[in-house]
């Protein structure tokens, strides 16, 4: 069965520089959640979209910006990096429309700012 | 406010024991969810269970079984006859009415052989 796919899986990036990550869902997934995991810490939610409109915002920096494109795949976006961006980026993707509820998590974005 | 306690940070068992991850969470909502995912050294989160709240009957998959008992707010976790392959790291977490997952801060397991 097809999975949520996280595009870079490791990405290293200088301080002050941009990073993008990409996820794509599930098909006929249409809401996507994004996670930041720190280093032994819990997921900790950044921001969700739903049929292409962010529907909910939680821990994200403004320096981070997201979206959700047509093709429902989403892109995160973190300009001037910080040292303390590193960590562990999750994409979930869920059937919201249809209430089952069950986040798929993709494998994840590891992104180390030196 | 929402809330999920995963007391025991870290757990450590010889291969075969039986084992127990507790879950304790806090909510005014009568509808939400429970989740159990687990995160190997690999990293990636492997979803496990989702248990909705009007439904108490236990699960058992395999090895795997939970025990949700409302009357304690409580989700636990058993793995019988423990694996190595079954070192990880367990996060239990709540999911409201608006969807926010709410985590555990996770207990890691270590199954020594």
């Known amino acids: 069965a097809a999975g949520v796919i996280q595009s870079p899986r490791h990405l290293i990036k200088e301080k002050r520089e941009t990073a993008t990550l990409k996820c794509y869902p599930i098909p006929r997934h249409d809401t996507v959640y994004w996670y930041q995991q720190g280093p032994g810490q819990d997921p900790q939610f950044l921001i969700s979209?739903?049929?292409?409109?962010?529907?909910d915002k939680g821990s994200i920096p403004d320096r981070f910006s997201a979206q959700q494109f047509s093709d429902y795949h989403s892109e995160l976006n973190m300009s001037s990096l910080e040292l303390g961006d590193s960590a562990l980026y999750f994409c979930?993707?869920?059937?919201?429309?249809?209430?089952?509820?069950?986040?798929?998590f993709g494998a994840g974005s590891r992104l180390t700012v030196l | 406010a929402q809330k999920v306690t995963q007391a025991q940070t870290e757990i450590s068992v010889v291969e075969k024991e039986d084992v127990t991850l507790d879950c304790v969470y806090e909510?005014?909502?009568?509808?939400?969810?429970l989740f159990w995912y687990k995160q190997p050294p690999s990293g990636e989160l492997v979803f496990l269970i989702r248990r909705n709240s009007f439904d108490e009957q236990n699960e058992i998959s395999g090895r795997y079984s939970w025990n949700f008992q409302k009357s304690t707010s409580s989700f636990n976790f058993t793995i019988t006859a423990s694996q190595v392959v079954d070192s990880a790291v367990y996060f239990c977490?709540?999911?409201?009415?608006?969807?926010?997952?709410?985590w555990g801060a996770g207990t890691k397991l270590i199954i020594k052989p």
């Open positions: 979930a993707s869920s059937p919201r429309g249809s209430g089952a509820n069950v986040l798929t």
């Open positions: 979209f739903y049929e292409k409109m962010q529907s």
């Open positions: 977490a709540f999911m409201d009415s608006n969807y926010q997952l709410i």
């Open positions: 909510t005014r909502d009568t509808t939400y969810y």
